[in-house]
């Protein structure tokens, strides 16, 4: 497939897939264990039906909206994936420059291969900074005083990810950063041994994949690199990837409610919650404070066998009682997901794979067509329901599967 054919955004996963090192490619594609949330992440969307009214005029149709006190062109946003520049050169800042011109929000991980500075010196463009935290809570407060200097407007707090779910391809890939990449926004922090590990590695791993190429060199570069891994292995008790490894070193896995009080004392930014999957945990969040959830399963790369988050949305929005915005992600690949998500309450959604796959496959470009693609679908629906704005998308649009006896 050509990248100037691509007529919907599911499509440059293979244009991804062609160009990538396998072991990136499949640590941006695949989910944890079994990989039954990360197909469900999908087929739940085909069980959601369309209730459309006709005779409506859609001459003019609204997509814009409001998040977090931001106007923004559309409710599709950018939700936070690690190390972009695995992906593309310019990475983050080639997502961060797509976002802005489609008028949307992007962001950035705090696991990414750009830093808060870097993204923050593309221009102006609304931007949330994702958060980890780590042990180190020094290193926490740091990073989150920078991006809010940075002019960040929210921190989208993780709360599925005490630990890394078992990602099995990356097992198998003995997945490692590549050597010329940093995690920029923990540059300064001292991963210690960690850090000197995965950089044996990380060297041996670009020029095995390099060497195996030619027979000659294959023997013994397998075997150095062999060396290598089990070194890794003997230090960290570990036969994991680098980002299980360092989440395992590094998360700080006692993190708890009550933290969320730490965070507001560090950053006076609103804080979303996302990993958010029940409606217990959506009205303990409301009371600790937060000011958004975001249902995420994080992909279906944590704990597999959780439901499609377009399954669990309805009851977290019941929650809330309107008291404060739900947006979703997981799954979403059409303007027709959009549709569906917003009518089951959802303020907006965020697109994780879309962004690193089409970054692969075009950079900038990539990025902006498909967030094109998908206000376009997005609108087209939205006409074809006979809705001109996202206030006119109701629960009486869509018919699912749990509304039949
Ligand atoms: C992620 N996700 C993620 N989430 C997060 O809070 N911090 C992160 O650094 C990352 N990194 C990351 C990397 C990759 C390669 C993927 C695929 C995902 C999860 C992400 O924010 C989002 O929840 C999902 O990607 C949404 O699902 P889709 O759109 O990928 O199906």
Excluded at 29 to 58: C, H, M, Y
Excluded at 148 to 176: M, Q, W, Y
Excluded at 321 to 330: K, N, S
Aim: with cysteine; aromatic share 10%; glycine share 6%.
């Amino acid at each position: 497939m050509k990248k100037d054919m691509i007529t919907n955004v599911t499509e440059y996963e293979a244009i991804a897939k062609e160009k990538l090192p396998k072991m990136v490619y499949d640590f941006y594609a695949s989910g944890a264990e079994d990989q039954w949330t990360l197909k469900e992440n999908r087929n739940a969307f085909s069980r959601i039906l369309f209730q459309p009214r006709i005779l409506i005029d859609v001459s003019k149709i609204d997509l814009t909206t409001t998040v977090m006190g931001f106007k923004i062109s559309m409710p599709i946003m950018i939700a936070p994936t690690a190390m972009q520049k695995m992906a593309h050169p310019e990475g983050e800042l080639a997502t961060a420059r797509a976002a802005s011109a489609a008028g949307t929000i992007m962001t950035l991980s705090s696991t990414a291969t750009s830093s808060v500075e870097e993204v923050a010196s593309t221009g102006p463009g609304i931007r949330f900074f994702q958060l980890y935290v780590l042990k180190d809570r020094n290193v926490v407060a740091q990073v989150v005083r920078r991006a809010e200097k940075a002019g960040f407007k929210a921190i989208t707090l993780t709360v599925d990810s005490p630990i890394l779910g078992r990602r099995e391809a990356d097992i198998k890939n003995r997945f490692t950063l590549p050597p010329n990449l940093v995690l920029k926004n923990f540059e300064g922090l001292d991963l210690g041994k960690l850090n000197k590990v995965c950089d044996y590695i990380a060297t041996f791993h670009y020029w095995y994949e390099i060497l195996k190429s030619d027979e000659f060199f294959h023997y013994w570069s397998s075997y150095c690199y062999n060396c290598c891994y089990f070194l890794f292995e003997i230090t960290f008790q570990t036969s994991d990837s680098f980002a299980a490894s360092y989440a395992a070193e590094l998360y700080d896995r006692s993190l708890n409610w009550k933290d969320i009080k730490w965070i507001q004392t560090i950053t006076s930014l609103p804080i979303l919650l996302k990993g958010v999957l029940t409606p217990e945990d959506t009205m303990i969040a409301i009371q600790a404070g937060a000011a958004g959830i975001i249902v995420s399963n994080h992909g279906a790369r944590q704990l597999d066998y959780v439901p499609a988050t377009i399954m669990a949305l309805e009851e977290v929005v019941k929650a809330t009682q309107g008291r404060i915005p739900v947006f979703l992600d997981g799954g979403i690949r059409r303007g027709t997901d959009v549709f569906k998500a917003l009518a089951l309450g959802a303020a907006g959604v965020f697109i994780g794979r879309p962004v690193v796959f089409s970054l692969a496959a075009d950079g900038e470009a990539g990025v902006r067509k498909v967030l094109q693609m998908l206000r376009d679908e997005f609108e087209l629906t939205m006409a074809l329901s006979g809705c001109r704005s996202l206030k006119e998308i109701t629960r009486d649009h869509v018919l699912t599967e749990w509304d039949r006896p």
